[in-house]
């Protein structure tokens, strides 16, 4: 283990030598900047309830692309998001420790849980691993609720802030997702991202050449939960409150459609997706009015035409990227900058 | 001589006609005159949600009919203009988000809503942070209002405690909560249908009248379910809850924990769910377990979605409600009279029971900066505390709208009443007549019939 | 409080139940056997089946357990698309594109329900609405009664179709070795779009069966899809038999712990067995066919 852990360091290391020359940090820098800036150009409401959530999604969604990039599909990962979010808050009202503290703390254990259930896991076929995570994210709902005196996961509490809502949080969650993000990058390229997408492709030759999947598909469990706690941490700061609804299984299916909308296995494609998805969601609500005034004769039905359309429009987008564009849009964005960088000269190598 | 006292009569003429003229110029409607902008936070999801919506507009547009609200600081009347914050599902992650547009980006004076206990807990901190006017007409938990000082914090636990005196002060919670309905039930049952138990069965007067409670498992369910058993125990009810399961928020059969409430032989069920479970419960219950019990529903079954379900398996069964629009007419009341009429006018469908709060607290609002004189948020709350309007669809206890200012804080204090459901041949569905309690005040006689005993009814174990 | 007729009530009701999760539980199972193919959203089919045997009872008047043959047939033709437009394309992929097809799909089928139908919640009226057997202190309605019936008549059905018809040679083959079979003659793409519609005609007909007997509404597809699922993995993936078990299992072991632990557990008991099940054995009880 000791070798495996000096191996995987070292090779992180050399990927951000790597990095930091490449043109990708220059890309990674200016995407840095304008992020930064924004708070500048557009009001407190749209940095605090549409930037934010973009941000904090994105890391959820990179964490579970991480777990995807190594064969393991979860449809439970809301569970962990959950976890995270309910044991920082409960860790330091409980126990008076510093919110940012808990934070922390809450990933962590977020991770050992995911250990647990990564080790259940461990032989598990991708349909099998689906159903187990899925469960698991069920069953989490029904132990906070028995245990709800300590947990307060039924009718949810205020979550203790660690830095002002608005343009403050704005800054620090984005700060933790550059470098959540970044390390997660690192990892993906580093020799334990390698070990992830071989086990991917095929575990059984992955096995005959020595690698041993089930190491690494813990390990893989263990930084994907990390992360996914530490999303649901900084969701909970977000909207100052925590409760039941974070495990509901539409927080487990949106990192995965963001993932894979976005591009799975690349980097860039959860940050994507989580923009798009984020984007639909806040602004394709203002027309439900007058969609329901034009669509109403035509599904009698349904009062509300609005949020079904939106759902049903997002599942077909699902399966046409899958079926279509099964990279994700993110090589689609690709090709039209470089498509414009070639059209302005200047060939960088 | 005389020139003088001409000169002197035009010069006073000349001044009265420009003081009068400077006076009249003052009242005029001020340039800063605006429409006020009251934010709905309702659940579009919903059918509830959607109910409020109506009940909403109704209200804007029969205020802005009438000439809009007078707004003394400006000299003037001016319309509503109502701001939509729309919250999906009412979950706390989607509730948030609306209702922060609401108060930071069209700056609302006053929000008016809120439909979950836990939704509302979430987003009501918007408002309680940028000291913004809530009428909470939603939300079946008392610490919307009680989780502040001013009502030594209630039941909120550390979590949920908001020590801000101030911003809690903008909150007001014009709604029943669920120690309201629990505290008319097990009254109810204690009040009414023991004796009759009683006499029926010849049962000794000694004998508890036996309860099941069936609720979803939920903070909804859980908390009408606690609010019962502690009301039941601090009065020495004779009532003894024999049976109590809960499910999943998501299940839609309840054969099985029917079965095992009817092995515990109880003399009443009482429903804690929403519409559709709790019209399932009521049919299944009778139709496939056997249970010929009475069922009682909690008054958010008070929908003309409900009486269609239940169909004639309604018969004869309780619902506990605030408003009633299915007992008449005659109503209890005029206002339900004209309500039910105007918005059935106007939309075609009966009227269901969130939106009738919606509908009183627009009032309450108009009422409010009309007395304020002002759309000062800080003016505006402080006559809302010291609202004294007539009731108007929900009945209180003292036949008026009043805000508490004691450790029920910013509560009314309003009055359940137990309706039975009667099958209706011409109809083809259920109507209900009020059963208990006799009288309330403001109305007089509120009880329109007297309770009976469903058709095949068996009582528990004697 | 506990007695035996309650006792023996929930175990005929789990009886019932089991043989619904069962028709769902046997339909993926074949599609699994001979295609390979884990369908997620195999309890949505159900769904509409529910929904279509609905339409079928009131627009056009027909008996509800006639319905039932119409809710199969078109679930079937549904079926047919899915194969061909979304599943064919991804198969031989990334086996996580079937799961992230089966997403997407799960949302265009709840969603295009509520569209159509709305949210309410909805029941097939059946002529024998309320009509109880009484044996003792125990009684079962004739509805439930019924789709026991119906239930084994499909199943004995469905094994002769196996057992004695070409397709169903073809198909047990395919599930076997699908490249051996192909070098037999054997039309790879027909087998295929016969077997997905023929699982989807079983998920239709329990759908249509469940909607005499609970109330339904857009949402409902998502459990029996992992009930079924944790009856495939105690009986075994790819064997029907299994899967009969399984079914019966499940459904007395459902209902008898909602009877002695209350309806929270309703849904935590198909994930609990479902976990503890595949983390002892990772290949069901009975253990795997073909694969």
């Not at chain 2, 610490?143 to 914090?153: D, K, M, S």
């Not at chain 2, 005040?441 to 174990?461: M, N, R, T």
């Not at chain 3, 047990?172 to 023929?198: C, D, H, P, W």
Request: proline residues 4%; aromatic residues 10%.
């Amino acid at each position: 283990m000791n070798r495996t852990l000096v191996n995987s360091l070292g090779s992180i290391k050399r990927e951000f030598m790597n990095f930091s020359h490449s043109q990708k940090f220059y890309f990674f820098l200016a995407v840095m900047a304008i992020v930064a800036i924004m708070p500048l150009f557009v009001s407190d409401y749209v940095v605090g309830e549409v930037l934010t959530p973009m941000i904090i999604f994105a890391i959820y969604a990179s964490s579970w692309n991480l777990l995807a990039s190594s064969g393991q599909g979860s449809l439970g990962h809301a569970a962990f998001l959950g976890i995270g979010g309910f044991a920082s808050a409960l860790l330091a009202i409980k126990s008076g420790i510093p919110p940012i503290i808990g934070l922390f703390l809450g990933s962590l254990l977020s991770a050992a849980i995911g250990l647990l259930i990564g080790l259940a896991c461990v032989r598990l076929k991708a349909w099998f691993l689906a159903m187990v995570t899925f469960g698991f994210s069920v069953i989490i709902v029904t132990i906070f609720s028995q245990f709800d005196d300590f947990t307060g996961a039924v009718m949810g509490f205020r979550t203790p802030l660690i830095v002002e809502r608005g343009v403050p949080f704005y800054y620090m969650a984005f700060t933790f997702a550059a470098v959540s993000i970044f390390i997660m990058y690192l990892i993906m390229k580093s020799k334990l991202g390698l070990a992830f997408r071989a086990i991917h492709q095929n575990e059984a030759e992955a096995k005959m050449i020595g690698i041993n999947t089930g190491k690494y598909r813990l390990i893989a469990f263990v930084i994907s939960t990390f992360f996914a706690g530490l999303a649901g941490g900084l969701y909970a700061q977000s909207i100052q409150y925590i409760q039941n609804f974070i495990f509901e299984p539409y927080y487990s299916f949106l990192p995965l459609m963001m993932a894979v909308i976005g591009g799975l296995g690349t980097i860039e494609g959860p940050i994507i997706g989580s923009v798009i998805i984020r984007a639909i969601e806040s602004y394709l609500p203002s027309i439900d009015s007058a969609l329901d005034g034009l669509l109403h004769p035509l599904f009698p039905s349904v009062n509300h035409v609005g949020p079904p359309l939106r759902m049903l429009g997002l599942g077909v987008f699902l399966i046409a990227v899958v079926i279509f564009a099964p990279k994700g849009v993110a090589p689609l964005i690709r090709k039209a900058y470089n498509y414009l960088r070639s059209s302005t000269s200047e060939e960088k190598t | 001589m005389q020139k003088k006292l001409i000169v002197a009569i035009v010069v006073a003429i000349v001044a009265v006609a420009v003081i009068v003229a400077g006076w009249q110029l003052t009242q005029l409607p001020s340039p800063e005159a605006r429409p006020i902008k009251i934010g709905l936070v309702a659940c579009y999801e919903k059918a509830e949600g959607q109910d409020m919506d109506r009940a909403a507009k109704l209200a804007v547009k029969e205020i802005n009919d009438a000439g809009g609200v007078y707004v003394a600081e400006w000299h003037t009347s001016v319309q509503i203009e109502l701001v939509i914050a729309d919250t999906q599902d009412d979950t706390p992650g989607k509730a948030v988000g609306p209702v922060t547009r609401a108060v930071t980006e069209d700056q609302v004076d006053l929000l008016i809503g809120g439909y979950t206990s836990a939704g509302t807990l979430a987003d009501q901190v918007v408002a309680i942070e940028n000291r913004v006017p809530y009428i909470i007409t939603g939300a079946s938990t008392s610490l919307v209002t009680r989780r502040g000082p001013q009502a030594n914090f209630g039941t909120a636990t550390d979590e949920q405690k908001i020590d801000d005196a101030e911003g809690m002060s903008y909150m007001f919670h014009y709604c029943t909560t669920t120690a309201d309905y629990s505290k008319t039930v097990v009254n109810f049952f204690a009040e009414s249908m023991k004796p009759l138990l009683d006499s029926t069965y010849e049962f000794d007067a000694s004998r508890n009248l036996r309860l099941a409670i069936l609720y979803r498992d939920d903070a909804f369910g859980k908390g009408v379910a606690a609010d019962s058993k502690s009301l039941i125990e601090s009065n020495d009810l004779p009532i003894d809850v024999v049976a109590e399961r809960s499910y999943p928020a998501t299940a839609t059969s309840f054969q099985t924990d029917l079965t095992a409430i009817k092995d515990a032989k109880p003399d009443a069920v009482y429903v804690v769910d929403f519409i559709a479970n709790t019209a399932e419960i009521i049919k299944e219950g009778q139709r496939d377990v056997g249970l010929n019990t009475v069922y009682i529903a909690v008054e958010c079954c008070e929908d003309p979605a409900f009486y269609t379900l239940l169909g004639e398996y309604g018969d004869k069964q309780l619902l506990e409600s605030k408003f009633a629009p299915y007992a008449g007419p005659p109503f209890y009341l005029d206002t339900i009279e004209t309500y039910v009429t105007n918005y059935q006018q106007e939309y075609d469908t009966i009227p269901g029971m969130m939106g009738a709060d919606t509908y009183d607290a627009f009032y309450i609002a108009k009422d409010a900066i009309e007395r304020a004189g002002t759309v000062d948020k800080a003016a505006v709350r402080d006559a809302i505390e010291s609202c004294a309007i007539d009731q108007m669809l929900v009945l209180t206890e003292t036949g008026k709208i009043e805000f508490s200012t004691g450790t029920d804080y910013h509560e009314i204090a309003p009055v359940t009443f137990v309706e039975q459901l009667v099958w209706n041949e011409a109809v083809g569905e259920c109507r209900s007549v009020i059963v208990y309690p006799a009288t309330a005040p403001g109305v007089g006689e509120l009880k329109q019939a007297d309770f009976v005993l469903p058709e095949g009814y068996e009582p528990g174990s004697s | 409080m506990i007695t035996t007729s309650g006792i023996v009530e929930a175990l005929l009701w789990g009886v019932a139940n089991g043989c619904i999760y069962i028709l769902l539980a046997t339909g993926l199972n074949i599609i699994f056997g001979v295609m390979k193919l884990v369908n997620f959203a195999h309890g949505q089919l159900l769904m509409i089946g529910a929904y279509i045997a609905f339409a079928a009872a009131t627009a056009l008047g027909l008996n509800a357990y006639i319905a039932i043959l119409v809710a199969m047939g078109v679930v079937a033709l549904i079926g047919v698309g899915l194969e061909r437009f979304t599943f064919r394309r991804v198969l031989g992929t990334d086996k996580l594109n079937e799961i992230f097809v089966s997403l997407g799909l799960i949302y265009v089928f709840e969603n295009a329900a509520v569209l159509l139908w709305g949210n309410r919640s909805q029941q097939i009226a059946s002529p024998f609405q309320g009509l109880q057997l009484s044996l003792g202190q125990v009684s079962i309605g004739y509805d439930r009664l019924l789709a026991i019936s119906v239930v084994i008549v499909i199943l004995i059905a469905l094994f002769l179709l196996l057992k004695k018809t070409k397709i169903g040679l073809a198909m047990r083959a395919t599930s076997q070795k699908s490249t051996a079979s192909m070098l037999m003659g054997v039309n790879i793409e027909k087998v295929y779009i016969f077997t997905f519609a023929l699982g989807a005609a079983l998920a239709g007909a329990a759908g249509a069966l469940y909607g005499i007997i609970f109330p339904f509404n857009p949402g409902i597809g998502a459990l029996p899809t992992i009930k079924a699922f944790a009856i495939i993995i105690i009986g075994g993936l790819g064997s029907i038999p299994g899967a009969v078990i399984g079914g019966l299992l499940y459904g007395i072991a459902e209902n008898t712990a909602v009877y002695f632990l209350g309806g929270i557990w309703q849904d935590a008991i198909a994930f609990a067995l479902l976990i503890i099940v595949l983390v002892i054995k990772p290949t069901g009880i009975f253990g795997e066919k073909g694969e």
